[in-house]
């Protein structure tokens, strides 16, 4: 008979033995703890496979693009006038930098509207994966120009640019139209390859706005299509990605104006340009 083990052998090797069960395989390592790295197994659904992953962000519809929201005026521009006054190049002519936008009988500016509007379009493009960059969030004193507004889509290579706004028109005149970039070619504009799909995000923009608003395109311009092509304006003109510019509705139409100074409505026009931009995007 072989001579006894010492007491501590003894020990390690019954430790040993019930650290790695009676097959002999190491047993499975126990989940990692503090940022370690051992994931649990897959657990197998009633049919014997695995259950699905979460989703990634790259399931997301608008994941890996990116769109420029361009909230139309600046509320300080009412307290530099001089600035945005003074005039830069659009390409095909000289406008001025900016305007101050126009106002309901009430007081609500354009330019709270848009910025308000625009906020609530990047959280909804955010949550479905979008890279969403605004060309200012009432940051800057005033403005910036048109041609400024131009480069940030150009410089940020947005697959999608839309420029939001509210109409300043007669009473009576109703509704909301989407600004399409006229052909042009002089200086530094040249739109050719972007009137195209320009034109193709308007519709898309045009249906899904309807929809989620439940108001009609305008009964002033545009012939009832919603549509209307531009060659004056700078932010279009300069732009060399898909631009658009959305009038949500007239200011100076007591009905529009109740709609555009209501916050739920706001929160169903964002989801509109939200749906427009997604099937544009989405094909």
């Not at 041609?147 to 028109?169: I, L, P, T, Y």
Request: aromatic share 4%; net charge positive.
């Amino acid at each position: 008979m072989p001579p006894a083990l010492p007491l501590a052998l003894t020990l390690a090797l019954t430790l040993a033995l019930t650290l790695t069960g009676c097959g002999g395989a190491a047993a499975p390592a126990a989940q990692a703890g503090r940022g370690g790295d051992a994931k649990a197994a897959p657990t197998a659904t009633s049919g014997g496979t695995p259950a699905t992953a979460p989703a990634s962000s790259s399931a997301l519809p608008l994941a890996g693009r990116t769109v420029v929201i361009d909230p139309g005026h600046n509320p300080g521009n009412f307290r530099h006038t001089s600035d945005i006054n003074k005039k830069v190049d659009i390409g095909t002519a000289r406008k001025e930098c900016d305007t101050t936008g126009t106002a309901t009988n009430g007081g609500y500016t354009e330019a709270a509207f848009t910025l308000d509007v625009s906020h609530r379009l990047r959280d909804l493009l955010k949550k479905q994966g979008a890279k969403v960059l605004l060309v200012h969030d009432a940051d800057r004193p005033y403005g910036p120009c048109i041609d400024e507004r131009a480069a940030f889509g150009n410089a940020a290579r947005a697959d999608a640019v839309v420029s939001v706004h509210a109409d300043g028109s007669a009473v009576g005149h109703r509704g909301f139209h989407v600004i399409l970039p006229a052909r042009v070619s002089g200086g530094g504009a040249d739109t050719a390859k972007i009137v195209g799909p320009s034109r193709t995000l308007g519709e898309k923009l045009v249906t899904r706005f309807a929809r989620a608003t439940g108001t009609r395109p305008a009964n002033y311009i545009g012939s009832g299509t919603g549509l209307d092509v531009r060659d004056d304006l700078g932010g279009l003109n300069l732009s060399t990605v898909p631009k658009v510019f959305l009038e949500c509705g007239n200011m100076r139409d007591p009905k529009d104006a109740a709609l555009l100074t209501n916050a739920a409505w706001r929160q169903k026009a964002a989801q509109g340009i939200a749906d427009g931009i997604g099937a544009y995007l989405q094909g």
